[in-house]
């Protein structure tokens, strides 16, 4: 992150003006791009603008892209720049062919210059009390402007060119340069993470075409193809042909990096624009109130542990209260012992889960421990002291790195809270034993319904 505004000290500025580059006779300096911005007003006629991920070279993990967050940054030297005069800073890509373009109005009102820019406008502020303002006005009235351009496409990665057409001449302002960087293939773990987030994304669809005909390209990234997308039309994108031509033959597109890289918009927090983008949530509300009441249903007749285990290997969601990045179903540790499941969440917590069947009684009349509540603790102890004793070994053993793991627990998932007495329950849940977290299995359907409460 950069913050632009900060008080620079006297014996900075000289450091400040080389390491901007600032020449007095150029009009425009490019700064590079930046993932967003934010704007602050400090004090009176002072603000502070603060630049996120500012740089000349930009990673994507899919192209083409539609630029709808990037933010370019440019320095405008209104000391240069002749009243009126309207600036055009032109986009090539490494063949010299055209892909966008930035136009920058420059006027005067009563003395303060202003600059305009996709919409926005950015009035210079002379407020004396600012070092950075000083900094700025000692090679001449130079403002900070930066702003998206909503319809710039990034076709493909590559080195993209900074153009400044004045008064009939071209000039060299900069580079951006576009690094394709795929993420690596989604394993099972993650997967079953995703089907256990209520808020994931089912389905991300993408839709390719062209501005002078009514070509269309139809995509869809998901962890698995679907008929249902397959009958509207839409293509899986592991199975997108090399390119997209469009019948009049002006979009061209090359879908090799979608093919490798699609699976990114998958993830977590994963929202970049390409074309025309939707992100289909997983589970719509009801669905989840659905899975949620069939699971009670279940726990209410069945006593089997392995029907419930089964239910929820088919349901993961049910295990959304664990937030899992991983989720692992019957992970075996170190050839001796099998947890029902583990999951490793986004703090780094590594829980291991044992799943003990509906009908388990819980506590004797006095509210005491039965043996078989008794036994499944001792089990995951077990468990435990041999991650204590072993603990790289197992954490290779499930294809994790130590780094990914600050902490392993676990839990034991038994019994009915409707079949105990609420004091009982809530008098063990107060006391919890160190490292074992304990749940009734209806109180992951209750957390389920919840959750589902929380959707739009």
């Known amino acids: 992150m950069v913050c632009w505004g900060v008080a620079i000290s006297e014996d900075q500025h000289e450091l400040g003006e080389m390491s901007l580059g600032i020449d007095p006779a150029s009009p425009v300096i490019f700064l590079g791009v930046a993932d967003g911005e934010k704007t602050e007003r400090q004090v009176a006629l002072l603000e502070s603008t603060s630049l996120f991920n500012l740089a000349h070279v930009k990673a994507h993990f899919s192209f083409p892209i539609l630029a709808r967050q990037a933010v370019w940054c440019f320095l405008i030297n209104f000391s240069a720049v002749d009243v009126g005069e309207t600036l055009v800073i032109r986009l090539t890509d490494d063949k010299g062919n055209e892909v966008g373009k930035f136009t920058i109005g420059a006027s ?101 075409g062209c501005k002078h005909c009514p070509s269309e390209l139809k995509a869809y990234m998901s962890t698995k193809r679907s008929d249902e997308m397959a009958n509207s039309g839409h293509i899986y994108y592991l199975d997108l042909p090399d390119r997209f031509v469009c019948g009049c033959g002006k979009a061209n597109m090359n879908l090799e990096y979608l093919r490798q890289g699609g699976h990114g918009f998958l993830g977590r927090g994963a929202r970049i624009a390409v074309g025309d983008i939707s992100y289909v949530q997983r589970y719509a509300h009801s669905q989840l109130l659905e899975i949620a009441a069939q699971f009670l249903a279940l726990v209410q007749k069945e006593k089997k542990e392995e029907v419930i285990q089964k239910f929820l290997e088919n349901n993961k969601v049910l295990l959304a209260r664990f937030h899992a990045q991983r989720l692992f179903i019957k992970p075996r540790i170190l050839g001796k012992f099998n947890a029902d499941f583990a999951v490793l969440d986004s703090q780094g917590v590594l829980t291991l889960i044992e799943i003990e069947r509906p009908t388990l009684k819980l506590f004797k009349k006095n509210g005491h421990l039965r043996s078989q509540l008794n036994h499944a603790y001792e089990q995951v102890q077990d468990w435990l002291d041999e991650v204590a004793r072993h603990r790289a070994a197992v954490i290779e053993g499930l294809g994790l790195s130590a780094d990914q793991v600050l902490s392993i627990r676990g839990c034991v998932v038994a019994g009915r809270a409707k079949a105990e007495k609420r004091e009982h329950l809530r008098r063990h849940l107060s006391q919890p034993r160190p490292s074992i977290e304990f749940l009734t299995l209806d109180a992951l359907a209750d957390n389920l319904v919840s959750m589902a409460g929380e959707l739009p």
């Open 108 to 208: 005067s009102v009563v003395g303060v210059p202003v600059a305009t820019l996709g919409g926005q406008t950015v009035q210079a502020v002379a407020d004396q009390t600012s070092r950075h303002s000083q900094l700025l006005l000692d090679k001449g009235q130079w403002i900070l402007n930066a702003a998206p351009n909503r319809q710039l496409v990034i076709s493909e990665p590559g080195e993209y060119r900074l153009l400044l057409e004045r008064k009939g001449e071209l000039r060299y302002l900069g580079r951006v340069i576009y690094v394709f960087v795929p993420p690596p293939p989604l394993t099972e773990e993650q997967i079953s993470a995703l089907e256990s987030d209520p808020v994931s994304q089912g389905h991300v669809v993408i839709r390719l």
